[in-house]
């Protein structure tokens, strides 16, 4: 640089001067740095020879393939592998512990077959054609070092053998499961959803055992993609238990082959053997009966009824669900298939763990409860919506303004008119929105009647004509009270009035109407007369009826 100046000063100063001859006075040179420099690039070249050809070696025996990968699909790549050497020689297959979930060696030769036929591949396959390496697992086990005493040892590798010159189809599948997911993982969550990973490269090497050193590398570019979701399934289940379903499944509706094809289609486009070999392959595929279910939630069991005598199947699930509100997302995966190579269906199912609320009463009474409703940041047009308006009814009905921050107490009136467990749910949602705010889930206890009197009544069987009787009621109260009457049976029992008034000590009669059935048969019919106000039951009376 500093010579370069010079040359540069040397010719200004001869053209200000009017000189055609420039004389420039180089700097003195420096031959002993600049051997010291050559000697420096010398011993680089030296030092990364090696790396360099070795790079360049790997380069050249490298082959790339990419795969779109899709959820709980089976991709298959089948990798040339030849044997350069002049002796017959056994080779490993190595791709990482962390990618065993994923990737693997196909070693039956029937699901090779079978997903070759899959994926278009014709051609025959080998069977026994690989073997493990203990001994090299056990070797790497051993010289782990320190570091790596505590840990376990990794997997043998599969080991095929090639003799001289031969070149041989490796069979390598790829399966993608889903992000296993956790319950803890999905706190603070909006969306329950997991994103799709993001890209990465597997590295398959094939190493001689003789050499150790690798003769082929296959480098695999997975992409990954949104599956397709057949069924979106959403459920409500009390905090802190265990959720059990039944989801039942019909078999599949039979799909056109290309064997049942018209003739004159057939003379259009007929069909190659490897794409008839395709298509029968996937009609077999969505046409035979379900055989796995996968789920990626961790913690959540799942397994296939098979309904005896019949083609329907139920899929069981058993999730454990968490603190309210909490919700968990998985995705299910059916095959029909035993080698679960592509799945029939995807089902992306959601639990919400919501609060539970108890409630407990007799049939043809009523029982209150109250459950606490918070306002949220901002003033908001709500509405309540029952599963079961006939069992629980809920106050206030109509819509109402729910302000932020505020504690509303709603309403719960129980009415059963049947004895046993059921359960109701209570949503709460925003009319403007058109979203849910809040979730209860309703346990009722029905439980059967106190009977305060038993009765014994014939009733003749007149060619169809209805029969009345009447009962008499005391007003145990010394003031006036309003009454109404119900029934258990009402295909058998009718009333004249539902609705009566009964001065305060006095009796009035009640007026029963029985619906004819065939002579010799008896039923039993429970009457319930309740205060209109409360719906406290007053009085039970057991009436046997004897049809003569």
């Known amino acids: 640089l ?26 003195p040179v420096d031959f002993q740095l600049q051997k010291q420099q050559l000697h420096i690039v010398q011993q680089y070249k030296a030092r990364i020879k090696h790396q360099t050809i070795e790079q360049r070696h790997t380069e050249s025996i490298t082959s790339h393939h990419s795969l779109h990968v899709t959820m709980g699909t089976c991709h298959l790549v089948e990798f040339q592998l030849y044997n350069p050497f002049a002796v017959p020689t056994m080779f490993d297959i190595e791709f990482g512990e962390e990618h065993s979930d994923e990737l693997k060696v196909v070693m039956d030769s029937k699901e090779w077959m079978h997903l070759r036929e899959l994926h278009g591949i014709s051609g025959a396959v080998e069977e026994n054609m690989f073997a493990s390496a203990p001994h090299v697992a056990g070797h ?18 599969q080991q095929v053998f090639l003799r001289n010159q031969e070149t041989l189809g490796i069979p390598l599948k790829y399966q993608w499961m889903g992000v296993e997911r956790s319950m803890t993982s999905l706190m603070g969550q909006r969306d329950g959803r997991a994103p799709l990973p993001a890209s990465k490269t597997i590295k398959v090497s094939f190493s001689s055992e003789s050499t150790r050193s690798p003769t082929a590398v296959l480098l ?59 298509a029968s392959s996937h009609a077999s595929i969505a046409s035979g009966p379900l055989t796995h279910v ?5 913690g959540v069991v799942c397994h296939i009824l098979d309904d005896v005598g019949s083609s329907v199947q139920d899929v069981y699930l058993k999730v454990p669900c968490g603190d309210a509100p909490s919700f968990q997302h998985m995705t299910i995966l059916l095959y029909r298939d035993k080698y679960m190579s592509s799945p029939a269906e995807r089902w992306a199912c959601t ?14 009474q009523s029982s209150t409860a109250a459950v606490v409703l918070r306002g949220s940041n901002v003033t908001r047009n709500v509405q309540c919506h029952v599963s079961k308006p006939r069992l629980l009814e809920v106050w206030p009905s ?5 302000a932020a921050h505020a504690i509303n107490e709603l309403q719960l009136t129980l009415k059963p008119t049947t004895v046993g467990m059921t359960t109701a749910e209570l949503n709460v949602v925003d009319v403007d929105q058109q979203e849910t705010i809040g979730t209860w889930t309703i346990h009722c206890n029905c439980q059967p009647p106190t009977i305060t009197k038993v009765t014994k009544i014939s009733v003749p069987s007149t060619g169809g004509k209805h029969c009345n009787k009447k009962v008499h009621f005391k007003n145990s109260y010394s003031t006036a009270k309003r009454y109404s009457v119900a029934t258990s049976r009402r295909d ?35 009457v319930f007369i309740n205060l209109t106000d409360g719906g406290s039951n007053e009085e039970c009376l057991s009436i046997n009826v004897n049809y003569t």
């Open 2 to 27: 500093k010579r370069k100046l010079d040359r540069m000063e040397a010719v200004r100063k001869s053209l200000k001067s009017g000189s055609s001859t420039v004389h420039i006075q180089s700097a």
């Open 140 to 157: 790497r086990a051993n010289s782990g070092g320190a570091r790596d005493r505590g840990a376990l040892p990794e997997s043998p590798p």
């Open 220 to 278: 695999l570019h997975i992409d990954y993609r949104p599956p397709v979701i057949h069924q979106t399934l959403t459920f409500n289940h009390s905090e802190n238990s265990v959720m059990k379903r039944c989801i039942r499944t019909l078999p599949p509706a039979p799909t056109p082959t290309i064997a049942g094809r018209s003739k004159w289609a057939m003379k259009q486009q007929p069909p190659s053997s490897a794409v008839a070999a395709v």
């Open 294 to 298: 996968h789920c990626n939630m961790a």
């Open 351 to 364: 639990v919400h763990s919501v609060q539970r609320v108890d409630m407990s009463g007799q049939i043809y």
């Open 398 to 402: 109509n819509s109402f303004a729910l």
């Open 492 to 526: 058998l029992l009718q009333f004249k009035q539902t609705q009566f008034e009964v001065e305060g000590g006095s009796s009035q009669g009640l007026q029963l109407v029985f619906v004819p059935q065939v002579a010799g048969s008896t039923a039993e019919v429970l």
